[in-house]
């Protein structure tokens, strides 16, 4: 069983940075993917980025630019979204799930098995 802690989230005014933690409890394997989803009321879960545990392979969606960047510190157990010049559509809850199975699917909510509790991201225009 694996328990994510999601932090860093608040209010921030558009062109601010926020970073985003995620600290894992229990078992974290060479296998697991670390990814970062997004949600706003009334749509699906947002794939924003992934990362594989041990090798620390990134993937971003194909529509991603350079502002969002994924990054993990295996000591701590611990991966990290730094969120840059950000947007009023930037809003979202942001959710850290993991996967221990290394799977292509990683852009999928689906693959992943463990979920944190969110946090919430504001950006005011």
């Known amino acids: 069983q694996v328990q994510l802690v999601e932090s860093g989230g608040g209010l921030v005014q558009a062109g601010g940075s926020l970073r985003l933690s995620c600290t894992a409890s229990?078992?974290?394997?060479?296998?697991?993917?670390m990814g970062w989803f997004r949600q706003t009321p009334g749509k699906e879960r947002e794939f924003v980025a992934a990362?594989?545990?041990?090798?620390?392979?990134?993937y971003y969606p194909d529509s991603a630019n350079d502002r969002f960047t994924i990054s993990r510190d295996t000591a701590e157990k611990t991966v990290y979204l730094q969120m840059n010049s950000l947007k009023p559509e930037d809003t979202a809850v942001y959710y850290c799930?993991?996967?221990?199975?290394?799977?292509?699917?990683?852009?999928?909510?689906?693959?992943?098995?463990?979920w944190g509790q969110g946090t919430q991201v504001t950006v005011s225009s």
């Open positions: 990362i594989t545990w041990s090798a620390g392979t990134v």
């Open positions: 799930a993991t996967t221990p199975w290394d799977t292509s699917r990683f852009a999928s909510m689906e693959s992943y098995q463990y």
């Open positions: 229990g078992r974290i394997f060479s296998t697991n993917i």
